[in-house]
């Protein structure tokens, strides 16, 4: 980006592809941590005198308008942190964006409304991504890829727009690839994997290439259930993803002929109800050891017995990579678990990087202090991707 701005943008229309995908409660920004990592390179360009575009995506609408996943909230949000008006057009390539990207004088900014409200953003066909990609870089001159969040997604603000503009990474992008890069070279061991989260099989295949990386891998959250089943336990309601049974035993295999050390969890808590986390009404969970799931009943956090034993698998730690909360940590009954993790961390004297969005945001709604860590990644899924080793798209298309 340096280099961009030192090529002269003042005046220029700069796209800035950011993740913006923030936690919402109807309008109400619950972790703007993703705000603020991306908000000096807007201050960056638009000190430079750049017209600054701001796009991104928020949530899963199906391509077409959807209210609830507008991002008006975040206009407001990031002019706060910019300390400066951000205006907000209420579509992405139509009139409202047009005039108000054409409004905009030097040193202003703009946020551009939800980019999956056009199909043609996260479209399989080339043609169709084109297209839309076309039609956004009609807004702009320069492009920067700043969302780090969404960099492992061949979608057209990510993969197809950079081709149709000059283009730079942002300082985020830059940051982040710094940090996971020195994850996949020499670290400090032993290296600790943690993992968790809901999305499973999202995670079972970081897992392959952890394997041959790390020296403890220490399973919680929604991914656990997986795993036990295919130690033969049953358990009840609980997330599983069936269909990836053979790959879990496939890894449960491996590990041991590689002498990785892999935990599940010893004992959780379950009960019948998920919680509900907007009243955060009390939810009387009960223990039980993991392989005593009962049928009626789902795992929603991992129990005091797990959380001593990984808090002791952390303490001599030299490196730890930590991915998805191990429960429900968004209600206090089932926080202990992401909290001790999260502490575990802390106490340990290894260089720790927190990956992902839900766990990024886990550390900062359970009160703990970010600078406690090494780095907060910004990304979920792509920071997961980087360190399988696979190509990521928004990369990829910077990197020429
Ligand atoms: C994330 O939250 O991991 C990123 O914003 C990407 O979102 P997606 O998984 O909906 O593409």
Known sequence: IDELIQGGVEGKRVFVRADLNVPLQ?????DDGRIRAVAPTISKLAEAGAKVIVASHLGRPKGAPDPQFS???VAKRLGELLGKNVSFATDTVGDSAKATVAALANGEVTLLENLRFNAGETAKDDAERGAFADQLARLADLYVGDGFGAVHRKHASVY???ARL???AGDLIATEVGVLKKLTEDVRR???????????????????????????ILIGGGMSYTFLKAKGHEVGISLLQ?????VCLEYLAEAEKRGVEFLLPVDVLVSADFPDLKTKAPASPELVASDA???DKEGLDIGPKTRELYAAKLADAGTVFWNGPMGVFEHPDYANGTKAVAQGLIDSEAFTVVGGGDSAAAVRLLGFDENAFGHISTGGGASLEYLEGKTLPGLAALED
Do not use: F, M
């Not at 995670?203 to 403890?216: E, P």
């Not at 069936?242 to 053979?246: C, G, L, S, T, V």
């Open 160 to 162: 197809d727009l950079p």
């Open 71 to 73: 991002l008006a909230p």
């Open 166 to 168: 000059p283009h730079a």
């Open 190 to 216: 032993p290296y600790v994997v943690v993992l968790g989260g809901a999305k499973v099989s999202d995670k079972l295949g970081v897992i392959d290439n952890l394997l041959k990386k790390a020296d403890r």
């Open 242 to 246: 069936e269909d990836q049974i053979p």
């Open 26 to 30: 109807g309008e109400t920004i619950t």
């Open 293 to 295: 799931i009962p049928a």
